[in-house]
């Protein structure tokens, strides 16, 4: 299993930037989530969604604001951060886990992670 993310950059509070995560070498049914790691602090969970992208969760600091979504045909996932604030400035990782239910939410539970993509947004 490969991930390849794509799509931070700088963006300006405020504003928006979409996220896209690329799986590949995948045959089976996955929950895909997004999670984000800041200079100094420990990687977090941002949001997840099940394979039937019926379900998903979020953290509270992004609840609102950010929308995750997926593409099965295309194996791609995706992440749309609206109303960008400078604390979500980190690198953005997604990451895969075989679908089961409920949606996880810790860094233990996903066996499969990308590269990562900076995020940094300027005030």
């Known amino acids: 299993v490969q991930l390849q993310a794509s799509g931070g950059g700088l963006g300006q509070a405020g504003g928006s930037l979409r996220l896209s995560c690329q799986a590949s070498?995948?045959?089976?049914?996955?929950?895909m989530g997004w999670f984000r790691q800041a200079p100094g602090k420990v990687r977090e969970f941002v949001a997840a969604?099940?394979?039937?992208?019926?379900?998903?969760i979020y953290a509270d600091s992004v609840k609102g604001r950010f929308t995750i979504s997926t593409d099965n045909a295309r194996k791609t996932g995706y992440l749309q951060m609206n109303s960008l604030r400078p604390d979500d400035t980190a690198v953005y990782y997604c990451?895969?886990?075989?679908?089961?239910?409920?949606?996880?939410?810790?860094?233990?539970?996903?066996?499969?992670w990308g590269q990562g993509t900076q995020v940094t947004v300027s005030s």
């Open positions: 969604i099940s394979w039937s992208g019926s379900l998903t």
């Open positions: 070498g995948v045959a089976f049914r996955y929950d």
């Open positions: 990451a895969l886990r075989v679908s089961t239910s409920p949606l996880r939410r810790t860094v233990a539970d996903f066996p499969w």
